[in-house]
Antibody
């Protein structure tokens, strides 16, 4: 079964650091990019950035660049999302998703496999 | 960034109803448009990609249409498991952007 398994819920204080993880299984982890998506409480979905696990090339939404770091360890089929200094506004559910592709006359990209999400709560 | 605007933000419908959700992009995105369904407490699920291609395993009552800037998701006959929030997302350029969501509720 193709799946992405995310790490468990976290409760942190402002200023603390955090790394959450997303482990892929059931497919070739290095063949698909991994994307991270934020969902703040009661709000919609926001694309944060993505990484190619084969070479760890990443790109970010400018809204998140500089505040988070996306990385990957292909030897253990795991992608990471990391903060050096959390803020209360980082309280959200964070999803990782696999970037699939398809199409007949062009290549279309979409997020076809999703993790269950990691809830991050930042509060003093 | 490309802005995605969905309408309506919410709708009430009865079982068996035909439901239509609209998504508009701030610039042409060809057919680089995906639709997702999200139920409370769950991760999003891919329904439609490339504006009109049905993802494997998704019931045929779901369909998508459109190209350029205007897109539509249609549920031909609403079923109990279809209640939830629907999001469009463009895959034309980065950063990828989502619509604000359309919540489908029971009338």
């Amino acid at each position: 079964e193709v799946q992405l398994v995310q790490s468990g819920a976290e409760v942190k204080k402002p200023g603390e650091s955090l790394r959450i993880s997303c482990q892929g299984s059931g497919y070739s982890f290095t063949s698909y990019w991994i994307t991270w998506v934020r969902q703040m409480p009661g709000k919609g979905l926001e694309w944060m950035g993505r990484i190619d696990p084969s070479d760890s090339y990443s790109n970010y939404n400018p809204s998140f660049q500089g505040h988070v770091t996306i990385s990957a360890d292909k030897s253990i089929s795991t992608a990471y999302l990391e903060w050096r200094s959390l803020k209360a506004s980082d309280t959200a559910i964070y999803y990782c998703a696999r970037r699939g592709s398809g199409g007949t006359y062009a290549t279309y990209y979409y997020m076809d496999v999703w993790g269950k999400g990691t809830t991050v709560t930042v509060s003093s | 960034d490309i802005q995605m605007t969905q309408s309506p933000s919410s709708l009430s419908a009865s079982l068996g109803d035909r439901v239509t959700v609209t998504c508009r992009a701030s610039q042409s995105i060809s057919s680089y448009l995906n639709w997702y369904q999200q139920k409370p407490g769950k991760a999003p699920k891919l329904l439609i990609y490339a504006a009109s291609s049905l993802q494997s395993g998704v019931p045929s009552r779901f369909s998508g249409s459109g190209s350029g800037t205007d897109f539509t998701l249609t549920i031909s006959s609403l079923q109990p498991e279809d209640f939830g929030t629907y999001y469009c997302q463009q895959s034309y350029s980065t950063p990828r952007t989502f619509g604000q969501g359309t919540k489908v509720e029971s009338k």
